[in-house]
């Protein structure tokens, strides 16, 4: 596309979380850096949020690549599941098989699992995100997991990671013994102007710019007014505007073309948002994200998960980027999207290897309805509309 035009090697504002691109402003280093300390602490939980798009899944996935060779790590994203569910999914993650055992047989797994590698001088991390989704049942699990111990110190490091309704979940009253274990805790919040700036040039240098200012001087101001220091927002408004200023073939994003941009995706100032448009409300006494419709996740006809649906981009894939992830050989990397307003979802396949199928068709693109099966490999992902349930959509964590 763009790449020969601009002379960049390859894309510099993708979505996934590549940890090569990691702008390392001072709080996001900062949040490494306890992330870091459960390696040599284990005395505790350690807490990071965020609002979405601040960058919280691509901290973590630099985190996991400098991992030393003697720290094994099980990453957790689906958490809208049950207790004996995420048991399960922990175990999957370590390697094992854990399906049809009961929940006493899956901590015994686990346990001994832990024991042993402790016994053979390596650490253990236990990565969670999209934590603020989690149950108060399974948070107490996650707490009660935290206890196994041997006679020296404790054997599981854990990382919370979540929007920042997690930290009010964490301060209920019927969540005081976790909350006590909570050893650090950091709030990602959004890049001054100034580091909005330096995100662009850091991403496009580390693409192959070599210093070349592609963005023109006017565009920064206007990006800040419209992303809100959102790196999410950043990527895609700069990627809208290359892509703009391509189709002209001209070699340098103007004001004119991140204007084009900003029409082309519809966006209004990012302080002025609306549910329309990003699907939080806009009264300041309220948190959370509209939640419109929901996924029931399944494989081989047993249910392993759900995941709501607001308003924006859906990603469904392999890996742990996506937000919701298929783990199975049979699922791309990025395997298909779900767009979504306030009136429409729109299901997109995303160039995948094995193909998405509705109603035992493959599609390219689809208007989802109620009740819609998504095939997607050994995969069945029902569409649940709620829409019409409520006179007012409720919210993620109501």
């Not at 448009?277 to 996740?297: A, E, H, M, Y």
């Not at 309805?369 to 997607?376: A, C, K, W, Y």
Request: some cysteine; proline content about 3%; glycine content about 6%.
């Amino acid at each position: 596309m763009y790449l020969e035009l601009f002379k960049l090697d390859e894309f510099p504002f993708r979505l996934s979380p590549d940890p090569q691109f990691v702008y390392w402003s001072k709080q996001h280093s900062r949040a490494k850096a306890y992330m870091e300390s459960t390696i040599w602490l284990t005395d505790g939980f350690v807490v990071i949020t965020g609002e979405i798009g601040s960058g919280k899944t691509t901290l973590i996935q630099s985190f996991l690549s400098e991992l030393e060779d003697d720290v094994v790590f099980a990453q957790v994203s689906q958490t809208q599941i049950s207790p004996v569910q995420f048991l399960q999914a922990v175990l999957v993650e370590f390697g094992f098989q854990p399906f049809k055992k009961r929940k006493a047989e899956l901590l015994d797994m686990l346990n001994m699992y832990l024991i042993e590698q402790f016994a053979e001088g390596r650490k253990v991390v236990l990565i969670i995100d999209e934590a603020q989704n989690l149950s108060t049942k399974v948070l107490e699990e996650i707490r009660l997991l935290s206890g196994v111990e041997t006679h020296k110190e404790k054997v599981l490091r854990i990382i919370l990671a979540g929007q920042p309704e997690l930290s009010q979940t964490l301060d209920s009253p019927e969540l005081v013994q976790l909350a006590q274990r909570v050893r650090l805790r950091f709030h990602l919040g959004p890049l001054t102007s100034r580091e909005t700036r330096a995100y662009i040039q850091h991403r496009l240098d580390v693409a192959g710019a070599d210093a070349r200012e592609i963005f023109a001087e006017e565009t920064h101001s206007i990006i800040t007014r419209y992303c809100g220091g959102i790196p999410r927002l950043i990527n895609t408004l700069c990627d809208t505007a290359m892509l703009c200023a391509y189709a002209d073939e001209t070699g340098v994003v103007t004001a004119e073309y991140v204007e084009s941009a900003i029409e082309e995706l519809q966006w209004v100032e990012f302080n002025e948002r609306t549910s329309r448009f990003t699907g939080q409300s806009t009264d300041p006494n309220v948190t959370g994200s509209l939640v419109i419709g929901k996924l029931l996740v399944a494989q081989n006809g047993q249910a392993t998960g759900e995941v709501p649906i607001t308003c924006g981009r859906l990603v469904i894939g392999r890996t742990s980027d996506n937000d919701l992830r298929l783990n199975s050989k049979f699922v791309s990397r990025h395997h298909a999207q779900i767009i979504t307003d306030m009136q429409n979802s729109i299901l997109e396949d995303l160039n995948s290897t094995n193909g998405v199928y509705v109603r035992q068709q493959r599609i390219k693109k689809h208007r989802l309805r109620d009740g819609d099966i998504i095939q997607i490999g050994k995969h069945e992902v029902k569409y649940v509309d709620e829409r019409g349930a409520f006179s007012q959509p409720r919210r993620v964590g109501s």
